[in-house]
């Protein structure tokens, strides 16, 4: 168990000629609730699981992730679907997995799918990891699909720990920021206001409003934390309605500089999913549908949708594309070219790569621009805090000159 469990974990070293004895396992895929013989063999020797015991951990996406290639190098490697799902029962510590697994392994052995077992689980396992093991059960190929969805993952949590990364400088930047300000409000101007009152000047009208913002966020701190914790909700509350998710999908790519970054990220991610699907054999309108529901963004997943409902009339994916606002023409063009040759798939492919690629580059540009823009930001915003506070001091000076 300790060799397997070392297979497992690394991930590598596949070997593509072990194919045909996962499609072995596989053949039980045939019918719906048919029982194949590797099936049968694993219900007379696989003991039961031991139930679980504790609390439930939430499963995150690593979880899948490790999850799908422990799971891939087994089958791949010749080892019996339900023997695959119990070694990694055993492997884990993962409350919420382990459970998960056990359901697995108890619908499998009981002649379910295992593309019917994981829909089970939908909050679990995507559309896409679903459709991929259907596919796999008709060609007899789950090792090389497993591994094909646990890239497929890895990428995407790449792509958003990226783009995550990116927001994190100008979020704690603009942090700081308010944090500042917010000292200065509280603790500074009073004391200045003593010595402008003293002097009997007539304040200048930035200076004032200064003033006035420091006198209610000292005396009337509480309706001021009241009306933001109001303004947070009540956005919270308006972005989880489809209108308010819309709104949000439309600033995201609308934003100037990181407006780009986003439509590269949803663009990357639609054409890598829609890549996977058109070379594991799924059917085109399975695609496009599954396609739509990982876009990410209300607009992107408006061209998906647009587009399966075009394929029902007989158009072509390019002709759709090309009309699109929101995709760039030379993907259009080489979508076209795919389409004219026959080798969608391969070109798919290269599409999703060129995508990936140009997001890469899109977020070290927007990182290496955010930098400079958020200390200029800062500055003015400090800056002009001094100068409002200086102008009084001038305006002093030259009352007691005369």
């Known amino acids: 168990m300790s060799q397997m469990s070392y297979t497992a974990g690394s991930g590598h070293g596949r070997n593509e000629s072990s194919a045909s004895k996962a499609a072995g396992q596989s053949t039980r895929a045939g019918a719906p609730g048919q029982v194949g013989p590797a099936l049968q063999m694993a219900e007379e020797t696989v003991a039961p699981l031991a139930p679980v015991v504790g609390p439930r951990k939430k499963i995150k996406r690593d979880d899948i992730i490790f999850f799908a290639n422990q799971l891939a190098v087994m089958v791949d490697t010749g080892v019996p679907l339900t023997d ?25 052995q009981g002649g379910v799918e295992f593309s019917a077992a994981l829909s089970r689980h939908p909050r679990i396992f995507s559309g896409l990891f679903i459709s991929l093991m259907r596919a796999s059960e008709a060609s007899g190929t789950m090792g090389k699909m497993l591994q094909r969805v646990s890239d497929y993952m890895k990428s995407d949590r790449d792509t958003r ?28 101007l009073p004391r200045f206001e003593k010595i402008y009152a003293g002097k009997g000047a007539a304040l200048p ?35 989880r309605t489809p209108s308010g998710k819309k709104t949000l999908d439309k600033v995201r790519i609308s934003l100037p500089i990181i407006g780009g970054m986003y439509r590269k990220a949803y663009l990357a991610r639609s054409m890598r999913t829609m890549a996977t699907m058109v070379t594991s054999g799924v059917s085109m309108l399975d695609g496009l549908a599954i396609t739509s529901s990982v876009a990410g963004n209300h607009y992107y997943a408006a061209v998906w949708t647009g587009l399966a409902e075009k394929v029902k009339e007989g158009s072509t994916l390019a002709e759709h594309l090309r009309t699109s606002p929101v995709i760039p023409s030379t993907v259009a063009q080489m979508v076209f070219s795919g389409e004219r040759t026959g080798k969608l798939g391969l070109v798919m492919n290269r599409i999703a790569e060129y995508c ?23 500055g003015m915003v400090i800056g002009g805090i001094a100068m ?9 000076s030259k009352i007691m000159a005369k």
């Not at 009337?220 to 303004?231: E, K, T």
């Not at 990936?356 to 800062?378: C, F, H």
């Not at 506070?389 to 305006?395: A, C």
């Open 84 to 108: 695959a799902l119990n070694a990694i029962y055993e492997q884990t510590d993962h409350t919420g997995l382990k459970a998960v697994i056990a359901d697995l392994s108890e619908q499998v």
């Open 161 to 188: 720990r990226q783009i995550k990364g990116a927001m994190v400088y100008p979020g704690c930047m603009l942090a700081f920021c308010v944090i500042v300000v917010t000292c200065i409000l509280v603790f500074v």
């Open 205 to 239: 009208t930035p200076t004032r409003i200064l003033m006035i913002a420091s006198k209610c966020l000292v005396s009337y701190w509480y309706l001021v934390l009241i009306a933001l914790g109001g303004l947070i909700a009540g956005i919270y509350w308006y972005v």
């Open 356 to 378: 990936e690629d140009d997001l890469k580059t899109s977020i070290k540009a927007v990182t290496s621009m955010i930098e400079p823009i958020m200390i200029i930001v800062m």
């Open 388 to 396: 409002a506070l200086l102008l009084p001091v001038f305006n002093i």
